[in-house]
């Protein structure tokens, strides 16, 4: 146990041990061995480093390196488990786009309800099957559960956006952009006034004329601008006399390259019907913002690197 030590005594503590520090009465003599790391030179392989344990923080932390932060708990690893030398000189690397697949893999294959890090885990081990052997056991431990990301890789919008999945068909683009966006219409009889308004409301180009419940016509931003630009008192007058011929009518799995082929620039627009009889809309923009998104999100890890 601890002792008082008389005021002014002279004692050596001794800081060597570990966890556990000693004080000795008097002056113990010691020496001092100093090793300078800048004339050991550098090793001929490379070697990779975790240092995010902050548990050994005091434990092997001067030695040098290359990297940030100190190293610490990795050599113990490496001395005590015996981490293979390939884990050091070629370590995997597992991309975003990869590990979120395989999470939703192990999801619907094996009915474990994974995270992100679970998915790059087995991805990473996937990349490494060459290297193994047959009669090898490899334990893999998914340590992560999904209900952090039910808005992130199980979302089918968030995959997208991030080019994580690809765009195919009419149905990919009204999946991706979400159950709150709603088709705007306009009913013939309704003024020309009243669709501007709508178009400026919604930030839209494309709206389709509607007959009850039947879609008999379109009207767009540049077919009222040369109209209203002839004539600025057609505003007040039905759309009937403004309407555009409808826009093509496709099934709901129409796929994306013929869909593309309807766009031009006498028809800005492509129609489809879900299974619940609603319409959907898909215009250029739809099919250009999924490969805009994503490589804004590209840009963006780039500037956080």
């Not at 052997?133 to 990301?149: A, L, M, P, T, W």
């Not at 869909?259 to 319409?279: F, P, R």
């Amino acid at each position: 146990g601890t002792e008082t030590i008389p005021q002014n005594s002279t004692v050596t503590l001794d800081c060597t041990s570990g966890e556990v520090g000693y004080v000795y009465e008097g002056k113990i003599p010691f020496t001092v061995e100093k090793i300078e790391f800048t004339k050991l030179g550098t090793p001929p392989v490379d070697l990779l480093m975790n240092i995010g344990n902050p548990d050994e923080a005091f434990n092997l932390a001067k030695l040098p390196n290359n990297g940030v932060g100190l190293a610490r708990l990795e050599f113990i690893i490496n001395n005590s488990i015996q981490v293979h030398p390939m884990a050091l000189i070629h370590p995997e690397q597992v991309t975003d786009k990869d590990g979120a697949i395989m999470a939703r893999r192990i999801a619907k294959e094996e009915g474990l309800f994974c995270g992100y890090s679970a998915g790059s885990c087995l991805q990473g081990l996937i990349q490494l099957k060459d290297q193994l052997k047959k009669e090898d056991v490899v334990v893999c431990i998914f340590h992560d559960h999904g209900s952090r990301y039910v808005g992130k890789i199980y979302n089918d919008q968030w995959m997208m956006e991030r080019g994580f999945m690809e765009v195919k068909t009419f149905r990919d683009i009204i999946s991706a952009r979400g159950s709150k966006q709603k088709l705007i219409t306009v009913q013939s009889n309704q003024t020309v006034a009243e669709a501007v308004t709508l178009m400026q409301k919604y930030e839209i180009e494309h709206i389709p004329v509607m007959e009850q419940d039947e879609v008999v016509g379109a009207i767009s931003e540049n077919g009222l601008f040369q109209k209203i630009f002839k004539d600025p008192e057609i505003k007040n007058s039905s759309i009937r006399l403004v309407i555009e011929k409808p826009y093509p009518l496709v099934e709901f799995n129409t796929p994306l390259e013929k869909i593309s082929s309807l766009i031009n620039k006498d028809n800005g627009a492509v129609l489809s019907k879900d299974e619940g009889g609603n319409y959907h809309i898909i215009t250029k923009y739809d099919i250009l913002q999924p490969c805009t998104e994503y490589l804004n999100c590209i840009l963006q890890r780039q500037k956080m690197i």
